[in-house]
């Protein structure tokens, strides 16, 4: 009988699933009883006959056991690296020690930097309209200079929001920090963290409140909405919504009801107040300021959807100038919200800058710790070469391919970096409270955030890999014929490399060392310098 007649696609399908090792076994038994059937029953039946037996080694308990074995002989091996990597960390304890001592501490640095890093990007970026969301500038040319400033008159919101259809709202935001007595039966607080502004600034900014009405909380000029822990400390236990507050203030006290119960302000925003009250409360007492040269309190515009801010900024741009005769060339723009915090620094009118710059400077910081601690793992790994070259040899001589050996030492500075990093986030944690009074901030470790666990795997293959990579293709190289003859030394060239790694490190390291000396002379000398009065006699009285 011609091979031709045996039905092709049972065959395609066992070689999807069976390996090599059992399809020429199991193909040829197919096979051979094909032609049986065929000498025996007719040529339809046969095949009839060979398609169900193709069907039978479908069978669940066949495929399991006898299943591929490409995928369980990988995850064996790189099983197989890890143990010897965990054995090989142990017979050298001093080695392993420090290596990860060395690790932990720059990673440790480099991830409290990160959270602050991270922090200073999130400012403000938690509100749900943040990209309509601008604060008004001020911009005049005197002088052949141009100078730039984000304090506005009270008129400027009502206005732009009266006669430009593309705004969506505007608020006004005044912080005078003014001196204000707030009084709860017996309780007696003095505060300077409270803001004037209108009813539209809870609908512009994600501030929510978890008593009130955010549309009318502000509505009556003796309404206030206070912060959950301003409200505690005023109030106690008892409720305080819908309460009654004693605020006073130059001489005049005033009573306002809490008609809004607001949430405490995440660490990550520039506002910052415990309490607001409307600019209605100011009307109410004949202070409403309508002049366009007053610049004392801040303006922010929510445009609609779908419009060009660039657009925008051209219609706005001549309102003051239409308004306030004696500053001929002033301009008014709008600038992002989401920018305010890193890139508020002008120069000539135009953003040139601002915290970035610190930003930038910190994470070129952070990464340069963890490569010198990298390269304290390189260093370290290079100069035990000799003791791991016989290993190396024995292991060649078995049959080793060199990238199973590079797979090999990968997979030691893999472990090495976990554990590493499992210290310096316990460290890091233990860390946060005395850095965050360092930096004066709110920084927190977030263990139930998926990123935060992405970033870390992400982080310790990175280490891992740039770390190892080196020295595993240095260990993997070695030759040996040579080890085992006694005649093997490391080259000039790989020496070379080494001594320049040692170098760059102990520079970077002096480099900050001097760094910190100078700044910490200079803060100091700043401190104390000589100004000129006895500070011990001087005393400031405001009006």
Known sequence: MKEKNIPKWPI????????????????????????????????????????????RYFRLGILLRNRKYNTPTQINMITNYFKVAYRVMFRYKA???????ALSVGLTGALLLFLWIQQEF????????????????????????????????????PTLKEEFSSIESTTSVAQWESKQLFTVDNT???????????????????????????????????????????AKQLFGDKEAYGETVTLGESGYSFEFQVTGIMEDLPPNTEFKFEYLIPFKFL???????????????STYVKIKEGVDIDVVNHAIRDIKKRNYAKD?????????????????????????????????????????????????????????????????????????????LILQFLCESLLITFVAALISVVVAFISLPFFNQLIDQQLSLNFDQVNFWLVAVS???????????????????????????????????????????VVFQFGFAIMLIVSVIVINKQIDHVQNRASGYDKNDLIYQPL
């Open 459 to 501: 982080i310790i293959i990175g280490v891992g890999l740039l770390a190892g990579t080196y020295p595993a293709i240095i260990l993997s190289a070695f030759k040996p014929v040579k080890i085992l003859k006694g005649t093997f030394s490391m080259s000039l060239n790989k020496n070379f490399i080494r001594n320049a790694l």
């Open 328 to 404: 001929p060339n002033a301009e008014v723009f709008l600038y992002p919200l989401t920018k305010m915090r890193l890139y508020s620094r002008f120069e000539n009118g135009v953003p040139a800058g601002g915290r970035i710059e610190v930003i930038r400077m910190l994470i070129i910081l952070g990464i340069c710790l963890v490569v010198i601690a990298c390269i304290n793992f390189i260093n370290l790994s290079t100069a035990r070469a000799q003791r791991r070259a016989k290993e190396v040899a024995v292991r060649k001589v078995t049959g080793a391919f060199r990238y199973t």
């Open 283 to 297: 009307e109410s007492i004949d202070e409403n300021d309508t002049f366009w040269g007053n610049n004392n309190l």
């Open 188 to 230: 007696r607080l003095l505060k300077t963290t409270g803001i004037y502004t209108t009813a539209d600034f809870l609908n512009i900014f994600s501030f929510p409140l978890v008593k009130g009405n955010q549309n009318t909380a502000l509505n009556e000029p003796m309404s206030i909405i206070l912060t959950q822990s301003f």
């Open 12 to 55: 395609k399908l066992l070689r999807q699933v069976y390996s090599e090792h059992f399809l020429e076994e199991i193909e040829g038994d197919l096979i051979q009883r094909f032609f049986k059937d065929q000498e025996k029953y007719s040529h339809n039946k046969a095949r009839r006959k060979f398609i169900w037996s193709s069907v």
């Open 122 to 157: 999130s400012y403000d970026q938690f509100h749900a309209d943040k990209q309509r969301i601008y604060k008004a500038w001020n911009r005049t040319t005197q002088s052949g200079k141009t100078a730039a400033w984000s304090s506005t008159p009270r008129i400027l919101a």
């Open 95 to 101: 080695f392993t020690t420090l290596n990860i001592l």
